[in-house]
């Protein structure tokens, strides 16, 4: 077993804790009131075993001291590139996407896990000795380490994930200190690079681009989630219709209604007031995640609780925004929400980092 | 810990700090748009919501049936089925929408281009099921169920639908029900896929027949399943129709005209009530229940035999010798003729420089006005219409309605005529002798149609009354309650003596069982009164010519009448030969297989 330091049980952050147990059980209850998979039963159940072992995956990663992690981050890289390369090449194919990897009884998303992964390689990339201080040549190792799996993500094809690691890259970059102008280069790349994007996307995701932008293009077509959300979420209006109420989640005019589209699900049925109570319920969650960095011992710790925290951060806002309409869609799912084991393991092993520099921030 | 690290640590808090900044802006943009949505826009969403999942299912209600003076219904409703297509659940890729609608096509064999355009008039999103095809057969009916997986928004829905005793059962006066067309959508009344009565009771009495829809509103999942019905109104069934017509007489009727062109009505003569209506050829009523194919339906507009026209209101004809009838009787009221009145009939009358014949070449010899009427000597009205002045003729003729309609509860009645005194020559007052002998046979500009002469000759059997034709005793709903009757009408009365009345029907007799033209109505055990009438036509061609309009109008028994019958045989020939012998078989069958019925339904 691995051995725990009696003072660091005293500095375990019950918020963090608290507050995933929570989200899990407000994800259990709306989809326990959500019928679906084929017999039409529900997945609450499921997804509360998955809570409790992310819970369990928590502790664990919790109690491994975060330095050691970014010291051994080249190899769990390493590993995850080659899940990324083993789902290309043997992966299963749901709707149209091969995305997981069957171990055994269960099927796991690689990427899903590499996020993890990609996190700690970059902060160990911006705290190696050798790299201070952090010049523009040192930056520019980082282009393989995010372009590598960036490709390979989008090659399952799973352009959401892949977008995923641009912010993430960018928020580490902001708290390892590089200079604001060195820090501006980088849209001016990004606005460069679009063209060759928009060249390298899949047909489907070129035209939910389009119709985010144009929703009436085709009403019954690709725009059909954006407007079935749209619906859902302002039918909710100021104190929701309650869960009998909910027609467009229960009737299952609403599609990914227990996966990506799920905040939709819990707007119609809370409207406004519940929402807030959520998003509210996020930002702690959240804010104690930046005060972690804010006051973490060492840089290390600062940047692995900056990068956890962004990563979670980037996962909500790009899936909320989806769901209400402010951003093209892109499969994401809601950490802690959405119905699903990677991400439910993955959001809780985030927090189990953060758990791991609060409580050694005294140490 | 030495200052630059110090320093570091808050430049580390700062950027931090910004990124937090960043992430809590990034919330208050999408509280914003929650915002908007759920608070400023959510009445909006909601309405899209209810109409996301709540379909509103129309539930026919059944068409009020129609039944005879005796409580026999006349038609009645069976379930029929009806292929609809529901827009919004066919398949949203055109290809695939058209391959199901190719299917159908081909599965009930009809014209693919029929569904294309039923689906091209609504828009693409409706929910509500368009009526593509009425009157489909069960084995149509079973082909679209058993491929139904491959055929979304594809239905078939049951619906109540007309049926007939027999396909041309009282075609006329039923009248045919057929879908709302564009003109009457465009008045609004009617939606679309509404059955409305086109002709006839049905359309005289749609108002009360067509009854109200109820409808369903059901809630459905996201593939159009019901879930549950959240609310039901039941459809009110349409009111039920008792008629004055007698089925048993109908039938007869029609049976005794089958493939003769023409019409028949028969009346009661106390009260007006129409037993039946008959005008032939008649249309197959049942077609138009389904969906009527174009082609048939130009066949029956274009047909030269009018099958839709109405003969008995819509189609005057001269009356022939049965106006002799008004002539007598206009003469011997004014005392310019009289009972015991003779004639010499050589078979020929000469006015001027004209020659007038009687139908009987070699004449009737000397007659009487008994025997002129019973023999229906043409020379002897001649003279006595002469006498008797064109002013007083026609003075008779409109009271006993010749000239007007009789106001009969269906539409487009003729009106008939009755020629005026300078109808003819302008500048010349006064009748020319020809016009008026002319008139005194029937002949010349008097036209009427046979419910006129239904009704004058009534008014001969009852004494003068002139009853507006029924058809309609009462209109009641299925609980019974009464919404609507016609307790009959009388439009008018003929003054004559009763001398005059009692020598008619005497005479009208004697044209029957005393050797006159009647005889081929005889009926042994029954008092038949009638008068034969042979209109005259313009030959239409040469191999045409002589075929004149036969006609027979009589009542029974004599001496208290209880029907008239009035029968008009197109381009039959002689009266007596041709439309006699019909009215025979009607009287013998309302009075003599009357029992008989009855018998074998006890």
Redesign the interface.
Known sequence: MIGIDRRLLLNVDWLLIGGAAGLALVSALTLANLHVGRAGGTVAPRQLVWAAVGLLAMVVVASVDYRRLVRAAPLLYGLGLAGLVAVLVAGRTVSGARRWLAVGPLTVQPSELFKLAFLLMVVWLLVARWAQPLTAGVLACLAPIVGVPFVLIIRQPDLGTALLLVPLTL?LL????VPWRRLAVLPALGVAAAPVAWLALKEYQRERILVFLDPVRD???SAYNVI?A?????????LGKGVAGA??SR???LPERHTDFIFAVF??MW??VG??VL?AG??LL??RG?DI??SARD?VG?LVA?GA??LL?AQI?IN??MV???LPVVGIPLPFMSYGGSSMLVSMMALGLLLSVRMRQFQ | MSGRAAD?RD???Q??????AA??L??L???G???Y???L??????D???K??IRIRPVAAPRGLLYDRHGVPLVDNRPAFTLSLIPRELP?DEQTRDAVLGRVAALLRIPYQELSEAIARVPA?SFLPVRVRRGLSLEDMARIEEWKLELPGVIVEVEPQRTYPSSRFAAHLLGYVREASDEQLRHGRYRRGDMVGQTGLERLLDEYLRGRDGGERI?????GRP?RVIQHTDPHPGAQVVTTIDRRIQEAAEQAMEGRPGAVVVMDPRSGDVLAMVSTPAFDIDQFTGTIERSAWLRLVQDPDHPLLNRVIQSQYAPGSIFKIVVAAAGLQEGTLAPGDRVHCDGEFRLGTWTFKDWKEEGHGTVDTRGALAHSCNIFFYQAGLRIGGAAITRYARAFGFGQPTAIDLGSEKFGLVPGPRARRRGSSGWQAGDIVNMAIGQGQVLVTPIQVARFMSAVANGGVLWKPRLVQRVERADRALLWSDPGQVTGHVELAPAVWAFLRESLWAAVNDGGTGAGARIPGLDVAGKTGTAQTIAKSRADRGQDHAWFAAFAPARAPEVVVVVLVERGGKGGQVAAPVARKILNAIFFEKVAAVGLAG
């Open positions: 928020a902001v708290g390892a200190g009403p019954l077509g079935q749209k619906i859902a979420i302002g039918s909710g209006q100021l027609t467009q009737l299952a005019f707007a119609e409207g406004f929402c807030l998003l996020y930002a959240l804010l930046f960095a804010a840089p600062r900056l925290t962004s951060a806002l909320v925004g209400v309409g402010l | 570091r430049v580390g808090r950027r931090v700090s910004a990124v937090a992430v809590l990034a919330f943009v999408i509280v748009q929650l915002w949505l759920q608070v826009e959510g009445g909006h969403f909601l899209a919501s209810d996301n999942r949203r999103d809630e459905v999942d996201a593939l879930v």
